[in-house]
């Protein structure tokens, strides 16, 4: 089926899909024909009322598009938040993350300021280790305080 994607400056674009395709395949698909990336488009359906695609593993036939139906892409910037990391010392360093970030990509952000290889840190939030997927999917949020504790060493 076709559905017509239209950006907010007016432009649109016809994208080919299979009913049983899903949100996040959708919004694959936008990044590789428009260049737009996939964390930064909010997708809403208009069928008389506004209907957000907001969960990535729903297929598109599950929010009722069909062949033709127009989505409207906006683009967002996710929103820059402050976390305090806490080494193993006690001493606190700021980092400013976006939520969607990956905690392998955070970790490597540690490394480069902390001079701690990123296979001799633990990283813990709310009593549990980050070890991977987005910092959101630990419950990072504004202010949060992850405790950064060193691997232990031996055989």
Not at 89 to 108: Q, R
């Amino acid at each position: 089926m076709d559905l017509t994607i239209s950006l907010m400056n007016g432009s649109s674009h016809i994208l080919s899909v299979r009913p049983h395709h899903t949100v996040g395949s959708l919004k694959i698909l936008i990044q590789q024909n428009l260049g737009i990336a996939c964390e930064s488009q909010k997708l809403v359906f208009e069928n008389g009322r506004s209907i957000t695609l907001n969960n990535d593993s729903v297929t598109l036939e599950s929010y009722g598009l069909c062949s033709g139906a127009r989505v409207n892409l906006l683009v967002t910037t996710p929103a820059i938040i402050q976390v305090f990391l806490k080494n193993e010392n006690g001493v606190s360093s700021t980092y400013d993350i976006k939520p969607d970030e990956t905690v392998s990509h955070f970790k490597s952000r540690v490394e480069e300021r902390e001079r701690v290889p990123v296979s001799q840190q633990r990283l813990i939030h709310e009593s549990r280790e980050m070890n991977e997927g987005k910092l959101s999917d630990y419950n990072v949020r504004a202010h949060s305080t992850i405790f950064q504790t060193l691997r232990l060493r031996g055989g």
